[in-house]
């Protein structure tokens, strides 16, 4: 899902970010708002340039200032982001063979774009969880991710959080016969060995339980699996859309 993509901005200040995925390209719209500047234009098409396989952004040099309240400066920024999360979901949609629902990590992450879009969220917090959807991370990094929400479901001030959401939303009903045995059986070797090393339950919190200890055999005891991006496949392909509905669930 990587792609190079360069943002050229601000040549009066010859400032140019080079950017390798879609996260960075959210973060390179906020260093854009840090200059007080917005684009405003960015669910045009004529915006933006393909040179090769990069991407080019022109035409920046809409000033925040222009607004009176911090409320619509925020909203402006905040335009720029959906804006541009639509101009790629159209994008997804155009190239895709069947479209993004052919590729579920695409659809999860648009469907989570559009329902935090209805959510009143500040800017900041809304940036911050569009660009840290699994969708635009790396292996690790959505690996750590099951890590961190197993934390949350073992600490007393978010155990009760965690908890409601993994019985009770229908989000989770897919999952939980997780681990039958003909789904254990065709897991790769690595995966079968961190499953068999404990008892597991078919239930979803057991699901999260798995998912944490095969980050860790990874990291603490050399998990034989080659590679971090060869686990994340392996999950991507035996438990196929866990992550992204656990994000939605415990991050909005």
Not at 81 to 105: P, Q, V, Y
Request: charged share 25%; aromatic share 10%; glycine share 8%.
């Amino acid at each position: 899902m990587l792609i190079m993509i360069i943002l050229n901005y601000l040549s009066k200040l010859g400032m140019i970010v080079v950017l390798t995925n879609l996260g960075e390209l959210i973060d390179g719209l906020g260093r854009i708002h840090s200059k007080g500047l917005y684009h405003g234009g960015l669910g045009s098409e004529s915006n933006y340039v393909f040179i090769g396989e990069c991407l080019k952004v022109i035409n920046i040099k809409g000033d925040l200032d222009e607004f009176n309240t911090d409320e619509d400066r925020e909203n402006k920024k905040k335009e720029d982001i959906t804006d541009l999360l639509g101009m790629l979901d159209n994008w997804f949609e155009s190239i895709l063979a069947g479209g993004k629902r052919s590729w579920l990590e695409c659809q999860h992450f648009f469907d989570f774009v559009n329902r935090a879009k209805t959510l009143n969220l500040d800017y900041d917090v809304f940036a911050k969880k569009v660009a840290c959807h699994p969708f635009l991370l790396e292996a690790d990094g959505r690996m750590s991710l099951f890590v961190e929400y197993d934390r949350r479901r073992n600490a007393p001030t978010t155990r009760q959080q965690v908890a409601v959401a993994l019985t009770s939303s229908s989000d989770f009903a897919n999952f939980k016969s997780w681990n039958s045995t003909s789904t254990v059986n065709n897991m790769d070797s690595y995966m079968r060995g961190v499953y068999n090393h404990r008892n597991y339950s078919g239930d979803v919190e057991d699901l999260l339980r798995y998912l944490r200890n095969l980050h860790h055999h990874y990291h603490e005891h050399g998990l034989a699996a080659g590679s971090m991006e060869i686990v994340d496949r392996g999950v991507t392909t035996y438990i196929r859309g866990f992550l992204e509905v656990l994000y939605k669930n415990l991050e909005i």
